[in-house]
């Protein structure tokens, strides 16, 4: 293991959530969070504003958002996949535009956006965001 793997062995994994619980369209992966804290508890799920920087992220940013136009829990690496996805969080302006903004100026972490469909039940998205978590080594 070179010095590299061994730091990000010892960081503490996130995963970023976006939505609101007020929004019933973009509440879902909010609703997920207790579930997932159970089964992944060396996982800090963080909920996330937007208008905090990802700049400062060590090794690759994970972010768990609600889209529509999307049949299946996906995850995309490139921000303008996504972004051609319809997101439903209120701050996906901020977050489109804070993304972009970091590619423009080179200072983008690695990225995965694991977009979960907003018309998907509870118990289905769970199943399909904790597949992608482990298979991902979380």
Not at 44 to 58: A, C, I, M, N, R
Request: proline residues 5%; charged residues 30%; positive net charge.
């Amino acid at each position: 293991m070179n010095n590299e793997q061994k730091v990000m062995s010892s960081v503490k994994k996130i995963v970023r959530v976006l939505g609101s619980p007020v929004v019933p369209q973009d509440s879902l992966v909010i609703k997920l969070l207790p579930r997932l804290k159970r089964q992944f508890p060396k996982v800090e799920f963080k909920e996330f504003d937007p208008t905090e920087t990802l700049e400062q992220s060590v090794g690759k940013c994970w972010l768990l958002d609600s889209a529509v136009g999307i049949d299946t829990t996906t995850v995309f690496d490139d921000i303008d996949k996504f972004i051609l996805v319809k997101s439903v969080s209120v701050h996906d302006y901020d977050l489109g535009f804070e993304l972009s903004l970091l590619k423009k100026l080179k200072k983008l972490p690695k990225i995965n956006i694991v977009a979960v469909p907003a018309n998907l039940s509870e118990k289905k998205a769970a199943v399909e965001v904790a597949g992608i978590l482990k298979a991902n080594g979380f």
